[in-house]
Structures are given as structure tokens and as C-alpha cells.
Nanobody, 124 residues
Framework: QVQVAESGGGSVLTGGSLRISCSATGRTFTMNSVAWFRRPPGKEREFAAGLTWNGGDTHYADSVKDRFTISRDKDKNMVYLEMNNLKPEDTAVYYC?????????????????WGQGTQVTVSS
């Protein structure tokens, strides 16, 4: 089992920045990819960004490309999402998800381990 937990959410104004973190514990050696998903109010959960744990290959949804950066610290078993130039449409609960698969997928059902989520609110 792998446990993941998010932290660092909050409220910012349009154009602001925020970094959220994901801590992984447990059998982290089975973890091969990690992604950030988000659920905007009244909408379905959607893929935002992901990376392969060993190679560090990154993938982004078009809606966040060039504004968000996903990164990892393998020694600390941490994954980060740096969010810049935030927009009101980025308002969502952000979830960290880990998978044993070595490819980043945008389909949430392919991620076995999920955190509880952290709220990010962007106001104009």
C-alpha cells in the first residue's frame, strides 16, 4: 500500500501563485507514476499534470500547460505542483494520485492510491 497526502492549498487572487505538495509513504518502491487531478465545483474530476517517478517525464493538460509545473523529490518521496498565473477556472479540489504503472495516464481509474484532496480557490 501507498499512502499519499496533499498539503498547501489555499486562496489566491487571479494571477497569483501557489504550490501544493504531495507526501507519499508506505510501499513507495511500487510507485511508478504520480499525477495531480482536480475537481472544479460541479464538474467531473480531471487530469492536470503527472510525472513518471523514476524518469521524471512530465505531462500536462492543455489547460495548465505553461502555467503549472510538476516536480518530485525522490529522496523525500514528495511531489509538488507549482501553479502560476492562476485563474478563477483553476478553482478546484486538487488530488494527488499514485500508480504502479510506469506511464502517465489521464484516466483516474488507472491510479490506485489517492489523497483526500486540498482546496485551491482563485478569486478575481
Amino acid at each position: 500500500q501507498v499512502q499519499v497526502a496533499e498539503s498547501g492549498g489555499g486562496s489566491v487572487l487571479t494571477g497569483g501563485s501557489l504550490r501544493i505538495s504531495c507526501s507519499a509513504t508506505g510501499r513507495t518502491f511500487t510507485m511508478n507514476s504520480v499525477a495531480w487531478f482536480r475537481r472544479p465545483p460541479g464538474k467531473e474530476r480531471e487530469f492536470a499534470a503527472g510525472l513518471t517517478w523514476n524518469g521524471g517525464d512530465t505531462h500536462y493538460a492543455d489547460s495548465v500547460k505553461d502555467r503549472f509545473t510538476i516536480s518530485r523529490d525522490k529522496d523525500k518521496n514528495m511531489v509538488y505542483l507549482e501553479m502560476n498565473n492562476l485563474k478563477p477556472e483553476d478553482t478546484a479540489v486538487y488530488y494527488c494520485a499514485a500508480s504502479t504503472l510506469a506511464v502517465v495516464y489521464s484516466r483516474p481509474e488507472l491510479y490506485r492510491y489517492w489523497g483526500q484532496g486540498t482546496q485551491v480557490t482563485v478569486s478575481s
